[in-house]
């Protein structure tokens, strides 16, 4: 049987024995997130998912593995005109990110089909925060 994100996140939070209140304070959200999430009350997103996780000591494959549940049981964030398109494909661009060391706060805004004025081709741009790095999206249909 699958978990619910809700169910997953209390199964680990009652093995390290934490309250709902000391997971709260170790992932900087609401305890009222918390408690929410476990009742499968509300959808998380990524940044919120990622705090979650890493207050329950995840990281890497299990920290992503954690998120992409959050998401998939995510449905209701998801933008109406994308609802088609799988979630673990939706789930594959924060993992490239993150792969490329942008984690969701470092993202300052995102421009879809930036003119930069410098002929750069790109599907989107992301700038991000606390310097001039950004990151480009391209994407490329190939027939074989």
Known sequence: MTLTFGQKLKQLRLQQSLTIYKLASLAGVPFTL???????????????????????????????????????????KVLEEFRAYPANLLNLLPTILADAGIEANDIKTTV?????????????VMF??????????????KEE
Do not use: C, M
Not at 38 to 66: C, H, M, Y
Not at 112 to 124: E, F, I, K, S
């Open 34 to 76: 918390i408690s929410a999430l476990e009742n499968n009350r509300r959808p998380v997103g990524v940044n919120n998912a990622t705090k979650i996780g890493r207050g329950l000591g995840l990281s890497g494959q299990w920290l992503r593995d954690f998120v992409y549940l959050a998401l998939n049981n995510a449905t209701g």
């Open 112 to 124: 879809l089909r930036p003119d930069d004025g410098n002929g750069t081709v790109a599907d989107a």
């Open 128 to 141: 991000l925060n606390g310097n001039s790095r950004r990151a480009y999206i391209h994407l490329e249909i």
